[in-house]
């Protein structure tokens, strides 16, 4: 886990050129539109209820307001009334859920060795899966008129070295946001100058992309439920509620009470207490890597002075009021409204840091 | 239409770092591989025997060697025998056929306005349909165990300046080469400093590959035959057969005397003259522009000292014994015996430069 930008990164965050400032970056977590225990299946409803909101944020309007749909493959629909809202630079980031990480994990492309018939094999395999889900995440916010380009990281150029961003040039990236596109990006295997090969996460990359592009606020989009944590006055945290002993036994299971948590990150230092603690007492529950992950990378990007707001998109497991009322939660973060009004009844975490 | 190289082009061709040779770069004609008359239909079988013959090209051996298949998505017969064929650096690039054409003539890319919505519309949907036949061939070619990464122009940030490339670093596709990849780009609709953005044809690309790579000669899988040539003693040139006037009452029918068609391009001029004249005399039967443009950038490539061969992949006319025979001849000019061996009875077009 990457823990501190390296020299590289913090080059060339100051010379990123963009004509137009970026007003957020999302991060749809994989689980919240695929079928997380079904191999390469989409969540079709899902995804389109993202698309939906993602152009209702963009255009600050409602979901009746015309717009050109850009999907024009073979599929009903097609040609919609050319009206087309405003376009705001927004800028995704993915990960795969259910699509690469067999194919990944299966041959151990994140641990290099491109010279194993194998884990080459693993690699095409990984990159062939992944892009396949970023090309449809692609056609569907496109048919909501959301102006959409591809973009991966390896093709742009992308690489690692011993599994950290060596060379990760968003010029191009940039270029499309400047264009009007909104680029589309997703977790990928790439090249890695020490090991051959790894897995480039999309969570890396989000902050990454933070560091260069600066926009206003970061989303994460999650389909799980985050424990409250408490930050002491000395800057140590620990998860609150729910305990981790009951998470486990109860999978992610919501409390009514459970509403704002804002985490404050008060210094350099709280920050590498946060990522060593929360490696220790959180990994039990999430042997993905992803609340780990998650959380450090927002932390890296709060430092940053970006607010992060990690808000669920679509309970798995309650599905009944707090479906809507987290369907509701995740257009309000989209929108960009909590940064100058934070609602009391807001349901999600925000990291934010406070010099 | 480029009949030149710009400054840009000639001074990086100079400086690309290549760890291995290229051996060969193949142009898939989009009408050999994809239903030219039906929209957005792939030719799976035509897929499936040009996947099986790069193969075979690229192993120098049978079809029924063992591969380790590289496409581990949802489909049946994943997993086989782990027993990988050496890899040449092969280096693909396609063109869309029944893919993207639609899209990009619809809203007028190539004539550049991203400030039209409707532009803007097509230039999403443009690239929407053409990585999307892209993914189907890395696909088909993973099947058969060829370890294919799929590359966007548009991604690995090329760009052009009226309409003539501009700026389009290969060396992500050579880095790709040299860890034992096999590059697969496409057509595609990308950024152009004059009129905001154009369409970059798979025949320019395959070009500016050559010109970069310096592969060992290049190979067009077509599916029209193409017509005998007679180049003068002065330099000039003339459709011998078909006569033009037959070929647009027949199509394209091919005569069992059509054999080998050596167009020997002898100096610098005779290149300006070709494409100048092709313009006015075959754009007549071949609206697509496919035959002009792919005669003059193979006229170009033959310059540079690299062999062209133009063959036809899947013959749509006739099917008796000459798409067996066409099949064999197309598997001939991609196992590259062409260049040392030119058998009496080959049956395709080589555009060779004679100084």
């Known amino acids: 886990m990457e823990e501190e930008m ?16 970026v007003r957020c970056i999302v991060k749809l977590g994989g689980a919240a539109i695929t079928c997380k225990n079904e191999f390469e299946k989409i969540n079709e409803e899902s995804l389109q209820t993202v698309s939906l909101q993602l152009r209702q944020a ?7 307001r015309k717009f050109l749909g850009m999907d024009w493959s073979k599929r009903p629909g097609i040609f919609e009334a050319p009206c087309v809202g405003d376009d705001t630079g927004d800028q995704l980031d993915l990960d795969s859920g259910s699509f690469g990480h067999f194919q990944a994990s299966k041959s151990g492309v994140h641990k290099g060795g491109l010279n194993q018939p194998f884990v080459k094999a693993g690699f095409v395999a990984t990159r062939i899966s992944v892009t396949s889900l970023n090309h449809e995440i692609v056609r569907a916010l ?28 968003v010029s191009m990236v940039a270029k499309a946001i400047g264009s009007g596109f909104v680029p589309v990006l997703h977790g990928d295997a790439v090249l890695d100058n020490s090991q051959d090969c790894t897995i480039l996460s999309g969570d890396v990359i989000t902050r990454h992309l933070a ?6 606020f970061v989303v994460f989009l999650v ?38 948590h804002i985490l404050i990150l008060e210094n350099k230092n709280l920050i590498r207490i946060l990522s060593s603690t929360v490696e220790i007492t959180i990994a039990a529950h999430d ?4 609340m780990v992950t998650k959380i450090s990378e927002a932390a890296m990007i709060a430092k940053l002075g970006i607010d992060v707001y990690i808000v669920k998109f679509r309970p798995l497991i309650l599905k009944r009021w707090t479906e809507q009322a987290a369907t509701d939660h995740s257009l309000r973060a989209l929108s960009g409204n909590l940064k100058v009004d934070m609602p009391e009844d807001w349901l999600g975490t925000v990291v934010r840091f406070v010099r």
Do not use: Y
């Open 6 to 21: 390296n020299p590289a990164e913090q080059h060339s965050a100051t010379t990123v050129n963009l004509s137009r400032p």
């Open 211 to 216: 560091a260069e592009l600066k926009p206003e």
């Open 142 to 169: 496109a048919r909501e008129g959301i102006p959409t380009i591809g973009m991966s990281p390896f093709s742009c150029g992308w690489s690692t070295c011993k599994r950290n961003i060596a060379f990760a040039d």
């Open 223 to 260: 389909s799980t439920v985050h424990p409250e944590i408490s930050v002491r006055e000395d800057g140590s945290w620990s998860v609150v509620k729910p305990a981790l002993q009951d998470m486990n036994k109860q999978g992610c299971s919501v409390s009514p009470k459970l509403h704002v």
């Open 58 to 64: 963009m255009t600050g309007g409602g979901s009746s």
């Open 287 to 290: 042997t993905t890597g992803g």
